[in-house]
């Protein structure tokens, strides 16, 4: 299983890569203001990949319609994930916007996400927002050796059940390692106690995305976008964790 840390070297290996993609992806956060186009971040997240030495982690990833052209998605408002950062898409007042990145560094993958609210905000999107955060670190929580993926999958459930949020079903959070995407899959719902057990030293991405409306999603002809079906806004967080005997340790914190 190759998303469970064998030595020391390894978790020095992930460590260090976790470091660099969450120095990256604060840089790239703080750069997310009202004028700015999402191609200019994603330029921005080609910049710092070279000059940490790093290879985006989503560049060249199959898709529908070909392999992912870009180095970090962003996606705004009713567009959930996997979003294509272009010129046209100028942040404005109002927007909420999900920054999804990851890096490359000598054979480990990393991938977290932030969301950022920008400007004038109404009550019930700043709640929103709230709400997935929350939801992210109750997951965390229950990332401990000897639990299981549903008392994950169960926690991230119940706080968005009791704010009143749609949580998606469709895509979920994943082991992590020397391949971007590994077992076990984490969804942001599930029942106590049932699937995998947690291991010490896994590595997780623990992630979900809540919705003002319906969760239903439709994919955009760009054949990546996901966006709501009805039009309303959501969020997305996700963090990196390994899996340890009482307390998870989350590496990809910002502050």
């Known amino acids: ?14 460590k260090e890569a976790t470091r660099i993609s969450t120095e990256i992806l604060k840089k790239i956060k703080d750069a997310t203001k009202i004028g700015v186009s999402a191609a200019q971040l994603d330029e921005l997240a080609g910049q710092l990949c070279e000059e940490y030495e790093v290879k985006p ?17 962003i996606s705004t ?7 294509i950062p272009t010129e046209d898409r100028v942040f404005q007042s109002g927007d909420i916007v999900k920054l ?17 609210g920008l400007g004038e905000l109404t009550d019930d999107e700043k709640r929103l927002i709230e709400t997935g955060k929350l939801c992210i670190e109750s997951g965390i929580k229950q990332a401990i050796k000897g639990n299981t993926v549903g008392d994950i999958s169960n926690a991230l459930q119940t706080v968005a059940d009791l704010a009143g949020f749609e949580y998606v079903t469709t895509y979920v959070g994943h082991g992590i390692g020397r391949s971007l995407h590994l077992s076990p899959e984490i969804p942001a719902y599930g029942e106590k106690g049932t699937g995998k057990k947690l291991q010490e ?8 995305q809540i919705t ?9 002809s760009d054949g990546w976008t996901l966006k709501t079906k009805d039009g309303s806004k959501g969020v997305m967080f996700e963090h990196m964790v390994i899996v340890r005997d009482g307390k998870a340790e989350v590496i990809t914190r910002m502050d």
């Open 201 to 208: 030293g896994m590595v997780l991405c623990i992630e979900n």
């Open 77 to 83: 408002n009713d567009e959930i994930l996997h979003t």
């Open 100 to 116: 999804d990145f990851g890096i490359i560094y000598k054979g480990f993958y990393t991938d977290h996400c932030v969301t950022v």
């Open 1 to 14: 299983m190759n998303n469970v840390i064998q030595n020391e070297i390894e978790y020095k290996l992930i």
């Open 212 to 220: 003002l409306g319906s969760s239903a999603l439709k994919l955009d």
């Open 57 to 73: 982690s989503f560049l060249g990833v199959p898709g529908p319609k070909g392999p992912y052209q870009n180095n970090i998605c």
